[in-house]
């Protein structure tokens, strides 16, 4: 019963969108459809990236309320990720009003939505925000630090110094890291070393002073200097997390792990922060996750508004011939049971194995906890399609490229004490999430967020 009323609920869902869906028909609108229904056809298409559909329905919308702020966010963002940017621009400067506000926020997008990774230019932004408030210095700056970034020294050094002359002093003390870096892109590398010692010295040690400061160490290959450099500020002012960050950075660049760790133990300390020892892999924070007879995988479940632990015990781990586990399942379900996946299951299946019951499971089809060395493989490569995560059959599943380390590590317990597994974050088309430990002897499933949720939480 239980499982058919899951199933039915999961119907309708699916019904529901793909009546939202029928909306759409060859790029075109259907007419007189209700806002609301509108609004809810925004936001789903929206979150999937679909941006020409977001830009008509938007359209819609906007005709029946010119002032809504949100709907017109949205067109925006659609706009530049189509690069459509003429219209992109008209939308900021009717989202908003004050001239060098907009144009701050033109001249910004380029930065924002990461031109720079896929080669795009960024002048058709910086261009008209220039027009749009020519007394404006941060646009000036804006676009001599891509210029920079490219090389392109005769165009960002006159928009560089036409930038920096305009801006206040206010503007200037929060601008100096940006034009510090400007200048040591475009081969004035002594007065951008000298800007930031100065704000140093002077007290401000923010990230963006500090950080970009001993960036320069980084790029001109000195690192021991900058090592020196740091330690040295280490010693002479009270607030050093920012010199401490900087050395453990510099020692990992330069091969010392140990040293880098021994940083970031204190940075731990100082700050209740793991970041550091996650981007330097320090073994202090890692937990060994192969399975052992006597250790217990405590997982917390969520289905269908119902928590309740699964718990995987007496697992044996083979990937060249075999798996199996015994399982509990608390709450009013209480069932127990065993699962073994044969060496051909192991080794190729796609599919897994998410429904327990008052059985044991030989499987040899399917695995269950684990994917196969086959998925992990593919996985690693160019991804991967794999089902039984959700009721409508196989889903392709990419790994996250992402530079947040907890998109690459997996805290879990263990008496009491936070530890991490180093891990895969894999995301289908329809953002389904699937964390998978990043071992090939141990491939685990570690936290699946699908049509239910489930955690390892524990390792005991």
């Known amino acids: 019963m239980k499982q058919f009323i899951t199933l039915t609920v999961l119907l309708a869902a699916f019904i529901t969108v793909q009546a939202q869906q029928s909306y759409i028909k060859k790029g075109k609108l259907a007419p007189n459809v209700p806002t609301k229904t509108l609004k809810k056809l925004l936001e789903s298409n929206f979150k999937r990236g679909s941006h020409r559909n977001v830009i008509l329905i938007s359209d819609t919308l906007l005709k029946r309320n010119s002032a809504d702020v949100a709907t017109r966010q949205k067109r925006t963002q659609s706009e530049i990720k189509l690069k459509r940017d003429a219209a992109a621009i008209a939308d900021i400067k009717k989202l908003v009003k004050n001239k060098d506000s907009a144009a701050t926020v033109i001249a910004s997008i380029p930065l924002s939505f990461d031109f720079y990774k896929t080669g795009r230019s960024g002048e058709p932004y910086f261009n008209a925000a220039m027009a749009y408030a020519p007394k404006n210095g941060l646009t000036y700056l804006y676009a001599a630090a891509e210029y920079a970034d490219l090389k392109k020294t005769e165009k960002a050094i006159p928009l560089a110094e036409k930038g920096w002359n305009l801006l206040n002093e206010d503007y200037k003390n929060s601008m100096r890291p940006l034009f510090a870096l400007i200048n040591f892109e475009t081969g004035k590398k002594e007065l951008a070393y000298k800007l930031l010692e100065n704000e140093i010295e002077e007290g401000n040690v923010s990230t963006a002073v500090v950080k970009n400061y001993f960036e320069f160490y980084k790029k001109d290959k000195k690192l021991e200097e900058g090592i020196k450099k740091a330690t040295e500020y280490i010693n002479k002012i ?180 936070t530890y991490y597994i180093k891990c895969l974050k894999v995301v289908s088309e329809d953002g389904q999430e699937i964390w998978i430990a990043d071992n090939p002897k141990n491939p685990m499933i570690l936290k699946m967020d699908v049509s239910f949720t489930i955690e390892l939480e524990e390792i005991i």
């Open 238 to 417: 009270q607030d050093n997390v920012p010199f401490y960050s900087e050395r453990a950075s510099m020692y990992f660049e330069a091969g010392q792990k140990d040293l880098a760790c021994a940083d970031a133990k204190t940075l731990r300390e100082k700050t209740e922060s793991d970041d550091w020892s996650l981007s330097f892999d320090c073994p202090d924070v890692m937990i060994d996750a192969t399975p052992t007879l006597e250790r217990t995988y405590v997982y917390k479940v969520n289905f269908q508004n119902r928590d309740y632990d699964f718990r995987v015990t007496n697992a044996n781990v083979d990937m060249d011939k075999g798996v199996s586990f015994k399982f509990k399942m608390t709450g009013e379900n209480n069932i127990t049971g065993k699962v073994v996946i044969s060496k051909e299951a192991i080794a190729t299946a796609h599919d897994q194995n998410n429904t327990f019951a008052y059985e044991n499971l030989d499987l040899t089809d399917k695995t269950s906890v684990w994917v196969s060395k086959e998925v992990y493989n593919e996985l690693k490569t160019d991804g991967v399609s794999m089902k039984g995560a959700d009721p409508w059959g196989a889903k392709e599943y990419k790994v996250v490229e992402s530079d947040d380390v907890y998109d690459k590590y997996y805290p879990v317990k263990n008496d009491g004490v």
